[in-house]
């Protein structure tokens, strides 16, 4: 795909060493959004900005939210009809007690070619790979068919605001195709689950534990909902089963709090109770569909409890004002993200990723959202997501990430982006 002179001249400015000294570098950067530790994406943002001015590119630092800043580094080539762009996130999740980490989580450790700590796997070292990438395209000099801007992106593990900063200042328009740098160890995602985040608000009358009739507990009303997220995943799981890449769907509460603000109390029904549900799905349900059944299934809670107070209250022979409300609100709604294999980008990857391993190109999908789904929900933009490190490595305790498929990694994103420019479409 491209020719072997470009490629050596290319892979000559990718050294293990120093792509290795970044990655630590960046891991030993405490980025975990802590407003209470004082620790942010601040630090990271900024050591990043100062290593790609000093290799010349041009650079921008903007703030999302107080102390959370992205960085936007480009790089013109020579006919920027095309504009690729590389996605990777600084911020990291919590360590937890650092005391059940085998490393400092925040140390850097190199060991048996693994590198660890929080961010190594996810996804600081890909952050490393892609800016190493970048900088081996700058420094061989090469005439680049298009531009190449890189996201480095706050908020990824929380709720995106980076992401949506870079779109909302345009930065993504006329953008073509984006690698999202995270952890698929190695694969190429070219399809991604969609998302559709709920929160159930009920509302009833707070009473003594010991005098339920002088209240109206809201909490039966939930579980109900609870039963209806179940039945609308099984029967998504008949209709549209199993997809090849992204598994099964799911219909998942993670949050039950009763009272939905304040202190909880054995011997208080609370005024209101909150029920968020995670819905994870796959291309061939549609999230209109599921929106409206979510809607149809809080009417339907709502009318079943006050029947069965109702008749309580028939049974019992007493009369009580039974106000009960149940509010639904949509919190996220992104699509499934789908990027077919003849593209130029999924090509490009392939091609990159048999060249430097030897080894065909494995294809796959993401099960979680990331900033991508962003970039292709708002702007349709197509992308594609890999990077190295095992897939069900972040997050846990003694992250790590294995440094000879990192190496791997900035050749295949360096070799990827020169092939993008070079497909035809
Ligand atoms: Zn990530």
Redesign the pocket.
Known sequence: MLQADLVEGVMKHIHEGELVDLARALVRINSVWDPESGTSEKEVAEFVAKWARDEGFQVTVEEVLPARPNVIITWEGVDPSRTLMFEA?TDVVTPGDPSLWRYDPFGGDVVDGKLFGRGAN??KGNLAAMLIAMASIKRSGVKVQGRIIAGVLCD??GMMAGVQDFIRRGHADGVTAAIIC??QDGMICHVQKGAIRARFIAKGRMSHGAMPLSGLNPMPLLGKVIGGLSQMELKAIEKVGKDPLLGWPSFTPTVFRAPSKGPAQLNVIPATAELLADIRTVPAQSHEEIVRELRELASRCLRETEEEYRSLDTLLGIERERALELRLEILTDRPCTHTPLDHPLVRALDWATKSVTGRDPVHGGVPGA?DGTYLWALKGIPIVTTGAGKREV?HRVDEWVDLGQLLDTAKIYALGALAYFSIPS
């Open positions: 996130h996810d996804t990824e593990e995270e952890p990331t972040p």
